[in-house]
């Protein structure tokens, strides 16, 4: 009997609630994989991968991250994850410097005083990993840097969740996903004509000061709309990114409790941890792309002008990248392959060091708060969400 012919339909139930086993089936039978339903090719054998994240003269970022973006006629609006260099190259030195080692370690206290705010205040007889903890510190933390007044941060969080969400079968924004993306962008807007009238000592205000050379050589200001957009992006960025993290890393670590022991025996483990959990199961899967001229993989031409899915979240549990791929294991040797987790190349996300000392400074509490903890598995809620992977509801009871 003939085995069915893989299908990767990205907006999917199948898909959304597990999408390792399709990875696995994808990697061995179409490497290049084509959906004719949708006009998409996608990559997920980790050479491939990370060869095309660091290939942007022919998978360009210029059209979009995602696929309605891609195969729209308009284009994202501007910002600095949907450009190519030269332009990517400017503006991402300009952002570079609020992201420095020294601008990340003067933010520790902040982080360390939230995560103990928010952990102080949960009940251990019902306590949300995400809802009560993982989602509310984080946009703190970020927003806090952006320049975000304190009674709008939690709003910018709902804006991100809801702006993400996706409904099984349909790959682009719901309505209520484009009235969040509305009201974040018009928040944003209004928030940098306030800075150009009153600059403050955060992001918002060095953007609005800030030069870059313009594409006729000359140097110039960014426009109020390159600015909302970056802002909107460093919201959701370093939102998501570690609220997906965090409630997943509990899901996995309840699943493997020996690992959990590992930490609770040797704090000094959380950074590799971290790293694991980016590689195991990290919180954005992929990322779109455009094809400016032909590639050609493993006998297979994928023309100029397609979405390209680059499966970053396959690639790190390629078999033929890293040992037992699909084990979970914090001790493993990190050389065998790199971890595509936060990206790789001129993309590479660039709060990538602030997220990981957000995420080590939530596990090492967690671990004082709950050193033995049940999941309540039939609670859990994975979020259905464009190219973001992870839980919505993270539902424990806290062990005493």
Not at 30 to 53: C, K, Q, W
Request: proline share 6%; glycine share 6%; charged share 25%.
């Amino acid at each position: 009997m003939t085995k069915p012919r893989v299908v990767f339909d990205p907006f999917s139930d199948e898909y959304f609630n597990d999408p390792y086993d399709i990875y696995l089936r994808m990697q061995d039978e179409a490497p290049v994989y084509y959906s004719e339903e949708m006009d998409f090719y996608a990559l997920t054998r980790h050479e491939d991968v990370a060869a095309a994240l660091k290939d942007h003269e022919t998978f360009s970022s210029s059209r979009g991250c995602d696929l309605s973006m891609v195969q729209s006629e308009e284009g994202p609006q501007k910002s600095i994850i949907f450009m190519d260099p030269p332009e990517h190259r400017m503006l991402r030195s300009l952002v570079n410097k609020a992201f420095t080692p020294r601008a990340i370690q003067s933010q520790k206290e902040t982080v360390e005083q939230l995560v103990d705010h928010y952990l102080g205040g949960v009940d251990p007889e019902h306590f949300d990993v995400v809802q009560d903890f993982s989602g509310p510190f984080p946009v703190e933390v970020i927003t806090r840097m952006a320049g975000v007044p304190e009674e709008f941060r939690q709003q910018v969080r709902h804006w991100i969740d809801t702006s993400l969400e996706r409904e099984p079968g349909n790959m682009g924004y719901t309505e209520r996903g484009m009235q969040a993306n509305i009201d974040s962008a018009m928040y944003y807007y209004g928030l940098v004509q306030e800075r150009r009238q009153n600059p403050q000592d955060d992001m918002l205000s060095r953007l609005i000061a800030a030069e870059i050379v313009g594409e006729d050589g000359q140097p110039r200001k960014l426009d109020d709309i390159e600015i909302t957009g970056f802002a909107s992006l460093l919201g959701g960025a370093g939102a998501e990114t570690v609220t997906k993290l965090v409630g997943s890393s509990v899901v996995t670590f309840a699943k493997n409790p020996d690992q959990w022991q590992k930490l609770l025996a040797d704090r000094s483990k959380i950074p590799a941890a971290v790293e694991e959990m980016l590689r195991f199961d990290g919180p954005v899967h992929y990322n779109v792309r455009f094809t400016l001229r032909d590639a050609h993989l493993h006998g297979t031409t994928i023309p100029a002008g397609k979405p390209v899915f680059l499966m970053k979240a396959a690639a790190n549990r390629d078999p033929r990248a890293f040992t037992d791929a699909h084990i979970f294991d914090i001790d493993r040797d990190r050389s065998e392959a790199q971890n595509l987790g936060f990206g790789y190349g001129i993309h590479s996300c660039l709060g990538a060091a602030l997220a990981r000392m957000e995420t080590a400074i939530a596990l090492d509490r967690l671990l004082d708060f709950m050193p033995r903890y049940e999941v309540q598995w039939d609670e859990l809620e994975k979020v259905h969400m464009q190219n973001v992977a992870g839980y919505h509801h993270v539902p424990v009871k806290v062990l005493r």
